[in-house]
């Protein structure tokens, strides 16, 4: 592996900076967060590196990367990457899409490099634009004279694809690959896919077909089929997993213990919860961190021990720094669970006091907090505090606000606030089901049809299912109302969005088995998927958790591992100063975590909050 020399602002004094590697350690190029590597490193490869003040030398961080740096001083020289996300961004017609902007970029005599479009791919994925992102490797892929593909290259394209065609288009996408670029990472993003749509049989199949190549000697392809397995309500088969990884000497990693954990917690048992996190102190190949604290939290709230899950939430104060944001949208999100309006408060002074700019989640994890305890007028006014700041429309903060609004039945309020969402942005699949769910509660057949076809057939909405209490519920009127066709054109709907071939839905919805849905409707609580997007959304954060930034050398071939800066992150509480922890102009260090790694419905309810019980 190179070693990739930067110019440091290093501190006068010299600095100890260890590099600790794990089971979730470096991947190159796509970040797995437990590996996908070629070659494994092991814990205590490499030894403490000293960097003293001079003007270059090579940068390394620390163990785990608790989340994308916030770099808060912009740079002084435009970046390449920003600009032409920028314009992406702006584009008034999105049907002309990345490839235009592209070319109008090199039609102005401009260049773009590899690692600044790969750079533009990963934000674009950060913010779900995924067929964006899809875009922009097409147009790399129809220049092979300039830009070398690689393996990882086709594991991202082939998660994009997933989520852009869904499941088919990715299967033809690996069929039509050649050989040399087929390796783990992309077997991984197969796997992934599979698991993401909960498609049982087929991820079970392609495991055995990794383990024949031996693409499954790390924990990343045995935690992705756990999530699947927790999603079914499976636990046996969760314990199974973990008793083949410790029998197969496979290191369990942070993601493996908190599955481990959410497991043992869905089924009620604090005992057994406690057992493994004690099993998890012992292990000398992790060490608990936020993460840990904050799955913790969330089972024992969940169980009702809530004295212990305030003390894991302190837990998480004590173990964050200033510097990273994500820790602070989960103390959100715990304490707004469980009624605590002075500890949001408090929490969300201090984020402000640290960051001088608070990006569009956080005022999603603080206004989401505040609708949890039905605290909407302090919802609206930070509302109207992050339109007045917002750089780009988020739906899924106003979706928030919508969905309070249609379950309290303030229908006018409904009605001109989904209005003033479309004059501000523009509305995504879960904002159809809301307006859905105010339809059905006034049994306009119709219009709550409508508004299913709309979400269903939305451009990003390939992984997007609609709740099953929205399901039955409008099943239930149109036997009410005795209205077959409409019945019929859902079914028709649901089963041509592939919503039939989630294993996991279909448990909730027997009833669809049969396309006359003639068997009793089953009772399923509002709460018990209400709050499925707003925990999608943090644990689309989580990704970046745990993962190791990679930089890749010009040419798509040669990867260095390179950290943003190895000066230390200030004490919690502390302010960021402009500047005080800028990337090296020339590093290339970057991110490339799957998308909803963690994926079951289960396991968002469980290990982010258990905001579904006070929604």
């Known amino acids: 592996m190179l070693l990739h020399s930067v110019i440091s602002q290093s501190p006068p004094h010299p600095q100890t900076i260890s590099l600790q590697s794990s089971s979730s350690s470096l991947s190159n190029f796509i970040n797995f967060p437990s590996g996908f590597r070629n070659s494994p490193l092991k814990r205590g490869q490499f030894k403490p590196i000293i960097i003293r003040n001079s003007s270059s030398s090579s940068s390394f961080s620390q163990g785990y990367s608790y989340g994308t740096v916030d770099y808060e001083k912009k740079s002084r020289t435009p970046v390449t990457w920003k600009a032409i996300y920028k314009r992406i961004s702006m584009m008034g017609n999105r049907e002309k899409g990345s490839t235009s902007v592209l070319n109008q970029w090199e039609n102005e005599g401009r260049t773009v490099t590899k690692w600044e479009l790969c750079r533009l791919v990963k934000e674009l994925r950060k913010y779900g634009r995924f067929k964006l992102a899809l875009e922009v490797y097409e147009w790399m892929k129809n220049k092979p004279e300039r830009f070398i593909m690689a393996p990882s290259d086709a594991a991202i394209q082939l998660d994009l694809v997933s989520k852009v065609e869904g499941i088919s288009g990715a299967e033809d996408y690996f069929k039509n690959l050649p050989d040399d ?131 894991c939430l ?23 669970s469980i009624g605590r309006k002075e500890e949001v408060q408090r929490i969300w002074g201090t984020y402000k006091t640290v960051f001088p700019y608070i990006p569009n989640m956080g005022y999603h ?61 523009k509305a995504n699949s879960s904002t159809w089901e809301i307006l859905a769910e105010s339809h059905i509660k006034h049994k306009r057949i119709p219009d709550a049809l409508s508004c299913f076809e709309k979400a269903l057939s939305h451009e990003e909405s390939s992984f997007w299912k609609p709740k099953p209490v929205n399901i039955i519920s409008f099943y239930k009127i149109c036997e009410q109302e005795n209205d077959e066709p409409s019945k019929e054109a859902f079914f028709g709907m649901l089963k041509e969005a592939g919503v039939l071939e989630d294993e996991s839905l279909m448990s909730k919805l027997p009833f669809l088995r049969d396309s006359n849905a003639g068997n009793e409707l089953p009772k399923v609580k509002e709460s018990e998927d209400y709050d499925d997007e707003d925990a999608d959304t943090l644990l689309n954060e989580l990704q970046v958790v745990l993962d190791y930034p990679i930089a890749q050398v010009e040419g798509g071939t040669d990867r260095d591992y390179v950290a943003p800066h190895p000066v230390p992150p200030p004490a919690v509480g502390s302010p960021v100063k ?17 998308d909803r790694y963690l994926l079951s419905t289960d396991l968002r309810r469980w290990t982010l909050h258990n905001s579904t019980s006070k929604s």
């Open 181 to 311: 670029l087929i390796d783990n990472r992309v077997y991984g993003a197969l796997l992934n896919a599979y698991v993401h749509a909960r498609m049982k049989e087929k991820a079970e199949s392609l495991l055995v077909e990794m383990k024949e190549k031996e693409y499954a000697s790390h924990a990343l392809p045995y935690n992705v089929m756990m999530t699947l397995y927790m999603n079914l309500k499976d636990h046996e088969k969760v314990e199974a997993f973990i008793s083949e990884m410790m029998q197969n000497n496979i290191d369990l990693d942070l993601y493996s213990y908190s599955i481990w954990i959410t497991s043992r917690g869905s089924q009620g048992s604090v005992e057994k919860v406690e057992e493994v996190f004690e099993k998890m102190k012992l292990d000398v190949s992790v060490k608990p961190n936020w993460t840990t604290y904050s799955t913790l939290a969330t089972v024992y709230i969940k169980l009702g021990e809530l004295e212990k899950g305030e003390d």
């Open 314 to 336: 302190k837990k998480i104060e004590s173990k964050i720094t200033g510097r990273y944001r994500i820790p602070y949208h989960y103390l959100l999100s715990h304490y707004g």
């Open 578 to 594: 402009d500047g005080q922890n800028p990337p090296p102009h020339g590093t290339q260090s970057r991110v490339f975590p799957f």
């Open 365 to 425: 994890a603080v206004i989401s907090a505040f609708i949890r305890m039905d605290e909407i007028e302090e919802s609206e006014m930070l509302y109207e505090e992050w339109l007045s700041v917002k750089t780009t429309y988020d739906a899924r903060i106003g979706n928030r606000l919508l969905g309070w609004y249609v379950r309290k039945g303030h229908s006018e309020k409904t009605e001109s606030f989904f209005k003033e969402m479309l004059e501000n942005g």
